[in-house]
């Protein structure tokens, strides 16, 4: 590989401490960006971006490279933060990292960094970028860790924004950058990984959620159309959530295995109209189950859609792919079916498309129903 300028974004976790180091070992020129991208409550408990400078800074420091803070909080604000908001409002359950990574660690990062000088732009992400020479285009694969792998978040990504990435612990498992971090002495070789939603930390969702959203309380109701309790605003729930319903001791009416008198209730719909959240008993009740979706806004890696065929999906992330024939494509979605019926497919979450370990790229889900395919 030839040696180039690379810029890296430094999070102040393990994961892009390694990938700068890798670089560096490879001989390229290595600068480390951390990048702020939420500071409405940046004092409280949750939000760590403070601290994540401090380890990320310790970390330029261990391994002799320039550390720039640069925020981009305006443009996360305007471009993922009042999108997630909209969606939210509207009764579905969006994926924030998804939007972030397509609207700030690739376009906003990415921008600054050419505006460095930088040939490329390299983050912790645990997936792989490969030149395909018979189509002459790049190909967005799993990391080699499959409990690790994030191309389910990064789907979204254009051939020009992948033309200019590396993703060096995409080749390597968790265990192996625990190694090399620990083996070079890094600061936070034992930080634990973060969790939380790219811009809000661990925090108690609802209490956040209820700062921005306008919400009114509803009834809940089962499948015969009985109130069995109150929701508190259909935006603080989503499809197959089980726990804070407030219903658990309510009796079910039958009519599933495992959805007998003390089975668990669980979210099955949401219908923003009527203000109504329905639930169900048991963990297989039918309302559960789609074999068939339609999505929207669409993104294919290659530029265009794959061909009607049998493929995999991932409904949502760290699902096992499920086995599924995409119906039909077009410029703003496609229709797919599934060989089994995938529990809790939700509005608003990316449906992502695999070919072996290719992600193909994806869409928002924007319904989904039990028809089977044929």
């Known amino acids: 590989m030839n040696k180039q300028r690379v810029v890296v974004g430094l999070s102040g976790g393990v994961d892009s401490a390694v990938t700068a180091h890798l670089l560096k070992q490879q001989g390229h020129e290595v600068v480390g960006i951390f990048m702020k991208n939420w500071e409405d409550d940046d004092d409280s408990e949750y939000c760590s971006s403070n601290i994540d400078f401090v380890d990320a800074a310790a970390v330029a420091d261990v391994l002799g490279i320039e550390i720039e803070h640069i925020n981009f909080a305006a443009e996360y604000r305007d471009r993922v933060f009042a999108e997630f908001l909209r969606e939210y409002q509207a009764g579905r359950t969006p994926n924030p990292d998804v939007l972030c990574n397509a609207e700030i660690k690739f376009k906003a990062f990415l921008d600054h960094a050419m505006r460095l000088g930088a040939e490329k732009i390299a983050t912790g992400h645990y997936a792989r970028v490969r030149w395909n020479e018979a189509r002459g285009s790049h190909e967005l694969l799993k990391g080699l860790d499959p409990s690790k792998d994030q191309s389910y978040f990064l789907h979204r990504l254009t051939q020009a924004q992948l033309s200019k990435t590396l993703f060096p612990v995409g080749e390597l498992h968790k265990t192996q950058v625990r190694h090399i971090a620990d083996d070079i002495g890094l600061p936070n070789a034992k930080k634990k990984d973060s969790t939380g939603i790219c811009f809000i930390g661990e925090r ?13 309380p ?4 089962n499948p015969k159309g009985h109130t069995i309790g ?24 039958g009519g599933s295995r495992g959805s007998g008198e003390h089975a668990p209730w669980f979210v099955a719909r949401k219908d923003v109209d009527t203000n109504t959240l329905w639930a169900v008993q048991g963990h297989d009740h039918p309302w559960l189950l789609s074999a068939h979706l339609q999505a ?37 979605g ?3 079916g599934f060989a089994q019926a995938q529990w809790a497919v939700t509005p608003g979450q990316s449906a992502v498309l695999y070919d072996g370990d290719v992600c193909l790229g994806g869409g928002v889900i924007h319904r989904a129903s039990p028809s089977k395919i044929n």
């Open 204 to 216: 108690p969702f609802r209490e956040f959620l209820n700062r921005y959203i306008a919400h009114a």
């Open 218 to 221: 509803g009834p809940i109701k």
């Open 230 to 253: 109150e929701h508190v605003g259909l935006s603080f729930y989503t499809l197959g959530q089980r726990q804070g319903l407030g219903i658990g001791g309510i009796k079910g009416h």
């Open 296 to 332: 929207t806004d669409a993104s294919w890696i290659a530029g265009t859609a794959p061909l009607p065929g049998p493929l995999a999906a991932k409904t949502r992330y760290r699902q096992t792919d499920a086995m599924c024939h995409l119906e039909a494509s077009a410029p703003d």
């Open 334 to 336: 496609f229709a797919l």
